[in-house]
C-alpha cells in the first residue's frame, strides 16, 4: 500500500510540474530555429502586405478612445495598406458614441444584440482581403511600431503567425493580480523557448497576426485566439512570438473576478480541444507533444494537485495513522485561516493561486460535463480601468 501510495504522489508531482519545467527544459535539448529577421530580408521595393486590424467590443468606454488613437498611429507608423475594423458587440454604455468620432477613419460595424466576441471578429474578417490580419483587446496598451514588429517575420515563408508578448502591468494592486502577473511571466518564458522549437502552442487574444490564407473561421461559441493560432499549428506552420513587440495589460485585481476569467477561459479551451482533437493528433510528433505538455496537461494541473494532497495524506496516514493525519490536518488548515485574517502574503499568495486553480477545474468540468460554452460573457470590470498616464506613456 505504501509503495502504491508513494507512486501515485511521484506520478502526479511530475505530471504538474511538466507544463512547466520538465517541458521546457526537453525543448532546450530540441533543434533550435532562428527566429526569422524580416527587417533584414526587407529588399527595396517590395511591398509591404496590407494589414487589417479587427477588434470586437462590448462595453469599453473607459479604454476605447485611448486604443483606437493607438490604433491609427500604428496604422501611420505602417508602410503598407491598413484598415482598422470594430465590431460593437451589443454595448450598453457610451463605447458607441465615442466611436463616432472615428467613423471617417476607421470601418466600425454597430450591433444592437449581442452576438459574442468570435462572431463580431468573423464578421470583421469577412468584410476584408487584406494579406495579413491582426487581432487585439480593447484593454490592450502598445507601441506605435507593433504592426511593423508583427509583420516583419512574415518574409519567412514558414511563419504562419507572429504573436506579440504580453505583460501585467498593475501586479502590485492585489494578490490577485499579483499572483496572475507572476504566472504570466512563467507563461512568456516558456513561450520564447518554444519560439524556436516546436513554435508557441496557441496564442493569447492580446495582440497577434496571421496569414488571411491560414485563417479558419472558427465556430461562434468557440474562443477564437486559441481555434485560430491552434488551425495555424495543425497546418504545419511556425508560430512565433516577437521580442520587439511588447504589450501591456491589466490583470484581474478582484479573486472573484479572476475565478470567473479562468473558469471561462478553461472552459472555451477545452471546447476547442475537443472540436479541433482529430486533426491535432495528426500533427508531427514534436508539435503532438508541445500541444498535450503546454495545453492539456495544464488544464488538468487542479487535478494533479488534489491527487498529490491526497496522496501525501494517504502516505502520512500509513507511516503514523490516521487520526494523527486528522488532527495535523486540522491544525494546518486552522494556521492557514489565522495567517490569512494576519494578511500574511505568503499564505495569501498561495490561497489566491488555489482559488486560481478551482476556477480552472470548475471550467474544464464545465465543458466536460455540461454543454456551457461561454459565447457571450461580461468581462472583468478590474481590467477595464483607465488607462494610467504612465500606461499610455507606453506607447
Given at each position: 500500500m505504501l509503495i502504491t501510495a508513494f507512486v501515485i504522489a511521484a506520478a502526479s508531482i511530475l505530471l504538474g510540474i511538466h507544463p512547466f519545467i520538465t517541458y521546457p527544459l526537453s525543448l532546450l535539448l530540441a533543434r533550435k530555429q532562428p527566429l526569422p529577421d524580416g527587417v533584414q530580408q526587407m529588399r527595396a521595393g517590395d511591398r509591404a502586405p496590407s494589414v487589417a486590424i479587427c477588434m470586437s467590443v462590448f462595453n469599453e468606454e473607459r479604454v476605447?478612445?485611448?486604443?483606437?488613437?493607438?490604433?491609427?498611429?500604428?496604422?501611420?507608423?505602417?508602410?503598407?495598406?491598413?484598415?482598422?475594423?470594430?465590431?460593437?458587440?451589443?454595448?450598453t454604455d457610451s463605447t458607441p458614441q465615442i466611436l463616432a468620432a472615428y467613423q471617417d477613419r476607421a470601418n466600425i460595424v454597430l450591433s444592437k444584440e449581442r452576438h459574442g466576441k468570435t462572431w463580431g471578429m468573423t464578421h470583421l474578417v469577412s468584410q476584408t482581403d487584406s494579406d495579413l490580419l491582426m487581432f487585439t483587446d480593447a484593454n490592450v496598451v502598445s507601441g506605435d511600431e507593433a504592426l511593423v514588429g508583427l509583420s516583419a517575420p512574415f518574409r519567412d515563408p514558414s511563419v504562419g503567425l507572429t504573436s506579440a508578448r504580453l505583460r501585467y502591468n498593475n501586479s502590485e494592486e492585489s494578490v490577485t493580480s499579483k499572483s496572475?502577473?507572476?504566472?504570466?511571466?512563467?507563461?512568456?518564458?516558456?513561450?520564447?523557448?518554444?519560439?524556436?522549437?516546436?513554435?508557441?502552442?496557441?496564442?493569447d487574444g492580446a495582440m497577434f497576426m496571421i496569414?488571411?490564407?491560414?485563417?479558419?473561421?472558427?465556430?461562434?461559441?468557440?474562443?477564437?485566439?486559441?481555434?485560430?493560432?491552434?488551425?495555424?499549428?495543425?497546418?504545419?506552420?511556425?508560430?512565433?512570438?516577437?521580442?520587439?513587440?511588447?504589450?501591456?495589460?491589466?490583470?484581474?485585481?478582484?479573486?472573484?473576478?479572476?475565478?470567473?476569467?479562468?473558469?471561462?477561459?478553461?472552459?472555451?479551451?477545452?471546447?476547442?480541444?475537443?472540436?479541433?482533437?482529430?486533426?491535432?493528433?495528426?500533427?508531427?510528433?514534436?508539435?503532438?507533444?508541445?500541444?498535450?505538455?503546454?495545453?492539456?496537461?495544464?488544464?488538468?494541473?487542479?487535478?494533479f494537485v488534489m491527487i498529490t494532497g491526497l496522496s501525501i495524506l494517504w502516505i502520512l496516514a500509513l507511516l503514523i495513522g490516521s487520526e494523527k493525519v486528522g488532527l495535523l490536518t486540522l491544525g494546518g488548515l486552522l494556521a492557514i485561516y489565522i495567517a490569512y485574517l494576519l494578511k500574511f502574503k505568503p499564505v495569501s499568495m498561495i490561497l489566491s493561486i488555489a482559488y486560481s486553480l478551482f476556477g480552472v477545474a470548475s471550467g474544464i468540468s464545465e465543458a466536460i460535463f455540461t454543454n456551457k460554452t461561454y459565447t457571450i460573457w461580461l468581462p472583468a470590470n478590474s481590467v477595464r480601468a483607465e488607462p494610467s498616464p504612465d500606461e499610455q506613456s507606453a506607447r
Open positions: 476605447i478612445a485611448v486604443k483606437m488613437d493607438s490604433l491609427l498611429a500604428m496604422a501611420a507608423a505602417y508602410p503598407g495598406a491598413v484598415s482598422v475594423n470594430v465590431f460593437v458587440d451589443g454595448a496572475g502577473a507572476a504566472y504570466w511571466e512563467i507563461e512568456e518564458a516558456i513561450k520564447r523557448i518554444e519560439s524556436q522549437t516546436v513554435g508557441l502552442v496557441g496564442v496569414r488571411r490564407s491560414l485563417y479558419q473561421a472558427p465556430p461562434p461559441h468557440l474562443i477564437d485566439d486559441l481555434y485560430v493560432s491552434l488551425g495555424v499549428l495543425i497546418a504545419e506552420k511556425r508560430i512565433i512570438s516577437v521580442d520587439s513587440v511588447v504589450v501591456y495589460e491589466r490583470s484581474a485585481a478582484i479573486a472573484g473576478e479572476e475565478f470567473n476569467r479562468k473558469r471561462r477561459i478553461a472552459c472555451q479551451a477545452w471546447n476547442v480541444h475537443r472540436t479541433l482533437w482529430p486533426q491535432l493528433r495528426k500533427m508531427s510528433s514534436l508539435r503532438l507533444y508541445g500541444y498535450i505538455s503546454h495545453r492539456v496537461l495544464k488544464w488538468f494541473m487542479p487535478l
